[in-house]
Nanobody, 122 residues
Framework: QVQLVESGGGLVQAGGSLRLSCAAS????????MGWFRQAPGKEREFVAA????????YYAAAVKGRFNISRDNAKNTVYLQMNSMKPEDTAVHYC???????????????WGQGTQVTVSS
């Protein structure tokens, strides 16, 4: 099975950018649909973005559409989340996710990373 490790979180000012990375091991990301979720303090974990196994247009939560971009580099076995025009409400632990079929908002994916904290100051 695949193991996922996120990195790239940190503190950023509102309007700034961060790029999260999700490095996979054990299996290759080309075998999985990949995505990102986040969980803010006191809230449930929510879907952020995902791509489609085999290609196709990525899809995003309404709250991040137009600001965030998910991409993958199969040669590096890594998935990225580029976050631009960040807002204080983006503050959350961000989790990488993988599934052998599809990442579906509200549905538990097959695999999770351990999460990386993102904090946006106003």
């Amino acid at each position: 099975q695949v193991q996922l490790v996120e990195s790239g979180g940190g503190l950023v000012q509102a309007g700034g950018s961060l790029r999260l990375s999700c490095a996979a091991s054990g299996r290759t990301v080309s075998e999985y649909a990949m995505g990102w979720f986040r969980q803010a303090p006191g809230k449930e974990r929510e879907f952020v973005a995902a791509d489609i196994l085999g290609g196709g247009s990525p899809y995003y939560a309404a709250a991040v559409k137009g600001r965030f971009n998910i991409s993958r580099d199969n040669a590096k076995n890594t998935v990225y989340l580029q976050m631009n025009s960040m807002k204080p409400e983006d503050t959350a632990v961000h989790y990488c996710a993988a599934d052998t079929k599809m990442i579906v908002p509200g549905v538990e994916p097959g695999y999770w990373g351990q999460g990386t904290q993102v904090t946006v100051s106003s």
